[in-house]
């Protein structure tokens, strides 16, 4: 039930773009991001809601796409504030769980 | 206060021995989580609270695990007779989502407890 994260790394130079992809092989009816520092806790991007819109989020947006159970979290000129680890989250059947999948880890270079 | 928190920061312990784990919610946080990160790893989701219903424990990945929650207030991860694959920190969150409308949805995540198994 975990949601599978693509890539598992990637590497960027300041100033740079990135796409980072969330699936499911069921039905959801939220996405949720978050971004963790090492040694930190991991903190809220956004929500995505069943139905809903894209979100955004200053340079950072994402969409949800029902019938295909995914989403993607685009990161626009990417700063070097922006590197750490990106989880997705999602939840099925309005149940309040929320499963995270493994990961995508950014560095965003000088 | 302000925050979720967790204590201890750190424990190391024994093999075999037990340990608890403290979680306190945001005040007026209905829905609590309690999640496992082992090292470079993912979030790994344990247990989830909400208010005073049955909690979800299909996470928890042995009966040497439980937790408890005593209304909506302070949370408890007791794990039993620990083993070195228990080495990892746990994570512990907290929610209104469920109060506050979904677009609320936010998890508020303590620093967690990082358990050291020798």
């Known amino acids: 039930q975990q949601p599978v994260q693509s890539p598992q790394a990637v590497i960027l130079r300041e100033g740079e773009d990135a796409v980072i992809n969330c699936s499911s092989s069921?039905?959801?009816?939220?996405v949720h991001w978050y971004r963790q520092k090492h040694g930190e806790a991991p903190v809220f991007l956004m929500i995505?809601?069943?139905?809903?819109e894209q979100k955004g989020h200053e340079k950072i947006s994402a969409s949800f796409n029902e019938k295909k159970q995914q989403s993607s979290l685009y990161l626009t000129a990417s700063q070097l504030s922006y590197s750490g680890t990106y989880f997705c989250?999602?939840?099925?059947?309005?149940?309040?769980?929320?499963?995270f999948g493994s990961g995508t880890r950014l560095l965003v270079r000088p | 206060g302000a925050g979720v928190s967790q204590s201890p920061s750190n424990k190391v312990t024994e093999k075999g021995k037990d340990v608890e784990l403290r979680c306190d919610p945001i005040?007026?946080?209905?829905?609590l989580y309690w999640y496992r990160q082992r090292l470079g790893q993912g979030l790994e989701f344990l247990i989830y609270?909400?208010?005073?219903?049955?909690?979800?424990k299909s996470g928890l990945p042995s009966d040497r695990f439980s937790a408890e929650r005593t209304g909506e207030s302070v949370s408890t991860l007791t794990i039993q007779r620990t083993q070195q694959e228990d080495s990892a920190v746990y994570l512990c969150?907290?929610?209104?989502?469920?109060?506050?409308?979904?677009?609320?949805?936010?998890?508020?995540f303590g620093e967690g407890s990082r358990l050291t198994v020798l």
């Open positions: 969150a907290s929610s209104s989502w469920n109060l506050a409308g979904r677009k609320g949805g936010e998890l508020f």
């Open positions: 069921k039905a959801l009816y939220s």
């Open positions: 995505l809601l069943k139905g809903g």
């Open positions: 989250g999602t939840e099925r059947d309005s149940s309040y769980k929320l499963i």
């Open positions: 005040s007026g946080h209905t829905a």
């Open positions: 609270f909400q208010g005073n219903s049955a909690p979800d």
